[in-house]
């Protein structure tokens, strides 16, 4: 069974900063795109970015330059530093291991940017 452990997420103030962290197998996380999710209340889940074994990087437009997704490969880890945060990045996000269609989640950890 393959188990997406997520850590970090929290409460910040607009303008702040937030970890996200997600640790897998080696068999998944040396094999598979990472990346990171969230979904709003009453919204779609949508993409925040991803990361390729080869560490190329894709991220959603309203996320360029204040977050930023790596992988450290010594841990099979990894990360989501979230910086200028605002209100419209509050959702739970969730970590997500992709490879030929197929699909692993993490269990969700919230993030809110309330003043």
């Known amino acids: 069974q393959v188990q997406l452990v997520e850590s970090g997420g929290g409460v910040a103030q607009p303008g702040g900063s937030l970890r996200l962290s997600c640790t897998a197998s080696?068999?998944?996380?040396?094999?598979?795109?990472m990346g990171w999710y969230r979904q709003a209340p009453g919204k779609q889940r949508e993409l925040v970015a991803t990361?390729?074994?080869?560490?190329?990087?894709n991220y959603t437009y309203s996320v360029k330059g204040r977050f930023t997704i790596s992988r450290d490969n010594a841990d099979n880890m990894v990360s989501l530093q979230m910086n200028s945060l605002k209100p419209e990045d509050t959702a739970v996000y969730y970590c997500?291991?992709?490879?030929?269609?197929?699909?692993?989640w993490g269990q969700g950890t919230q993030v809110t940017v309330s003043s």
């Open positions: 990361i390729t074994t080869g560490d190329r990087t």
């Open positions: 997500n291991a992709f490879r030929y269609g197929k699909s692993y």
């Open positions: 080696e068999t998944i996380f040396s094999t598979h795109i």
